[in-house]
């Protein structure tokens, strides 16, 4: 009824569409099983790589807290280790040590050089978010809190780079906080 005399054309574009999904490119086709093909590489590295950064966050001097499960005194570590098989992936969040929680957060993001402030997840490059200053800026203090977002938090999803890289570049950026 929208479209008129062009409501069959419609039809028999958006239908098709929808039920077989989009016809990709063979290039895009060949990066998607170029990808598949490495990600238990990948993966292996990543998960290797974010518990050495739980474990250097959890000792360090300006961090209050951090939520991994890959950590032994995490609650859900049982659980890594059954249906895991002890990976338990590459996303930590932890809390900066500081009265003035959003600000340090934004500090520390700004700091970072090699992480790469993004929102979205499991990339082969290391990421970084504080939500405080980012995804929920628009928020107030109560607000943040109802949302369970705290303001000194920091979400890190870690990538394939040389350990040492990633931990030196947490390093500046925690003293500058």
Same mark, same amino acid.
């Given at each position: %009824?929208?479209?008129?005399?062009?409501? $069959?054309?419609?039809?028999?574009?958006? /239908? *098709?569409?929808?039920?077989?999904? +989009?016809?990709?490119? *063979?290039?895009?086709?060949?990066?998607?099983?170029?990808?598949?093909?490495?990600?238990?590489?990948?993966?292996?590295?990543? !998960? &290797?790589? =974010?518990?050495?950064? =739980?474990?250097?966050?959890?000792?360090?001097?300006?961090?209050?807290?951090?939520? $991994? #499960?890959?950590?032994?005194?995490? *609650?859900?570590?049982?659980?890594?280790?059954?249906?895991?098989?002890?990976?338990?992936?590459?996303?930590?969040?932890?809390?900066?040590? #500081?009265?003035?929680?959003? %600000?340090?957060? =934004?500090?520390?993001?700004? +700091?970072?050089?090699?992480?790469?402030?993004? /929102?979205?997840?499991?990339? #082969?490059?290391?990421?970084? !978010?504080? *939500? =405080?200053?980012?995804?929920?800026?628009?928020?107030? +203090? &109560?607000?943040?809190?109802?949302?369970?977002?705290? %303001?000194?938090?920091?979400?890190?999803?870690?990538?394939?780079?040389?350990?040492?890289?990633?931990? %030196?570049?947490?390093?500046?950026?925690?003293?500058?906080?």
């Amino acid at each position: %009824e929208v479209l008129g005399p062009a409501s $069959y054309i419609g039809r028999a574009r958006v /239908v *098709p569409l929808r039920n077989m999904g +989009a016809a990709i490119s *063979p290039f895009n086709t060949f990066l998607i099983m170029q990808g598949i093909e490495t990600v238990a590489l990948r993966m292996d590295r990543i !998960c &290797d790589n =974010a518990l050495s950064v =739980a474990s250097f966050l959890k000792s360090h001097a300006k961090v209050g807290w951090v939520n $991994y #499960a890959g950590l032994s005194d995490h *609650p859900d570590h049982g659980l890594v280790k059954t249906l895991m098989g002890g990976r338990a992936s590459g996303i930590i969040s932890f809390g900066l040590k #500081a009265k003035d929680g959003r %600000e340090a957060g =934004a500090r520390f993001q700004d +700091a970072l050089k090699l992480f790469t402030r993004l /929102v979205n997840i499991g990339d #082969a490059k290391s990421l970084a !978010c504080h *939500p =405080a200053s980012t995804t929920h800026r628009q928020l107030g +203090a &109560d607000e943040l809190a109802k949302a369970g977002v705290q %303001e000194d938090m920091v979400r890190l999803s870690i990538g394939i780079e040389h350990i040492d890289d990633l931990l %030196e570049d947490l390093s500046q950026a925690l003293a500058g906080t």
